[in-house]
């Protein structure tokens, strides 16, 4: 069971863990784990006021698909449910930006998807993000090479 769906901001949508849990809860499973990923304000000694998300909307969605199917292989985890948002657009700082929640039998299941799932959208998942600064400045980070 998975829900993954890209939340764009400039429509004044938003990620809320309400709809993580309302559809987590509707699982069979008794270990649920949130992974609620927020703006910091420093990165590499600069100062953050907000970032901004741009994303290809369907390639994002079928990378979470096949996370979400590796899964089964990788891990061995087939019992799961799994609650994806990510948003496009603009995100002020402490706002989230991404929210995963998982379900599975056992607490140890669900620790181990909740980071397989975070690191995977890190490395396989065509989101770009570009960080606005406190002096005016912002820039499109470097993404991570499937190549490292």
Known sequence: MLHAKIIDTSKKE??????AENFLNQSKFGAIIYFVG?????????LVTGITYDTKDSMVIRSFEEIYEDA????????????????KGYVGLKEKSIIIGVACKHRDQA??????II????KRSPIWKKEHYKNKESEWLKGISLNN
């Open 38 to 46: 927020t703006v910091r304000d420093l990165n590499e000694n600069k």
């Open 119 to 122: 690191e995977e959208i890190k």
């Open 72 to 87: 089964d292989n990788k891990l061995s985890i087939k019992d799961k449910a799994v609650f994806i948002e990510h948003v």
């Open 14 to 19: 938003s990620i809320e863990i309400s709809k």
């Open 111 to 116: 620790f181990v998807l909740s980071r397989y």
